[in-house]
């Protein structure tokens, strides 16, 4: 009787957990949250950051505001999770399937133009540049790997079990030998809350995640 009576009760449990999401809430010292964006900002850049997904993700847009381009080490520039450093660029060449069109066909319509996949190598260049006035997006990590624990309770800076940073390194100089900063956000979760699937959507903010 016992014996048929324990996978009863744990597929009960497994029903009941599947109908919640945890979403944990995002809290930094060095950026501000504008209109549901979470923004770091100086006179030169404005980086705009979005980490809703689910396990969470890295995502952020970096604006030049000044009136020359910027660049971008990505090798000097890093994620950095519970003190662990994840670079931003790999010394790697990836091979991608492309689709190339004529421009007939993209600008114009659909008679007379073609179209054709195929693939090629890419390499990551190691110093992006942002021209004047323009972004560009990075969306390389995740926040937290898969099968993830967080406890459902409010944390501090101190008792978090997530803290992360984006070090960033900048410069007006491709060669980055002069105007050389750093942008250093940090973050942790201070709260993880239990959200009916139902309800994920009125939960949603640049500032949280959601796991299983």
Same mark, same amino acid.
């Given at each position: 009787?016992i014996? @048929? ?12 957990s599947?109908?919640f999401?945890?979403?944990?809430s995002?809290? =930094? ?7 549901? =964006? #979470? #923004?770091?900002?100086n ?17 952020f847009?970096?604006?030049?505001k ?10 000097k520039?890093?994620f ?8 931003y ?11 190339s069109?004529?421009?007939?066909y993209?600008?114009?319509g659909?008679v007379?133009g =073609?179209s054709r996949s ?15 006035? =323009?972004?560009i997006? &990075?969306?390389k ?5 898969q ?5 459902v309770?409010?944390f501090?800076v ?14 007006t ?12 956000n940090?973050?942790? #979760?201070?709260?993880?809350k239990?959200? @009916?699937?139902?309800?994920?959507? &009125?939960a ?9």
């Amino acid at each position: 009787m016992i014996k @048929r009576f324990l996978p009863l009760v744990f597929l009960a449990f497994l029903l009941t957990s599947c109908e919640f999401y945890k979403v944990a809430s995002i809290t =930094s010292d060095t950026t501000k949250e504008i209109n549901n =964006s #979470v #923004v770091f900002e100086n006179d030169t850049i404005k980086v705009t950051y979005n980490f809703w997904a689910l396990n969470g993700l890295m995502l952020f847009d970096i604006y030049n505001k000044i009136n020359v381009p910027i660049y971008l080490d990505w090798k000097k520039s890093a994620f950095i999770v519970n003190d662990k450093m994840m670079s931003y660029w790999q010394d790697e060449t990836n091979t991608v399937g492309v689709a190339s069109s004529s421009a007939y066909y993209l600008y114009g319509g659909g008679v007379g133009g =073609s179209s054709r996949s195929k693939s090629k190598s890419v390499r990551e260049e190691r110093v992006g540049v942002v021209p004047p006035h =323009s972004y560009i997006t &990075s969306s390389k990590y995740s926040l937290v790997p898969q099968r993830t624990t967080l406890p459902v309770q409010t944390f501090n800076v101190v008792t978090s079990p997530l803290q992360f940073r984006n070090y960033l390194a900048v410069s007006t100089s491709e060669q980055f030998d002069k105007n050389v900063f750093y942008i250093d956000n940090g973050f942790f #979760v201070s709260n993880v809350k239990k959200v @009916r699937i139902g309800k994920i959507r &009125s939960a949603q903010s640049s500032a949280a995640f959601y796991t299983n």
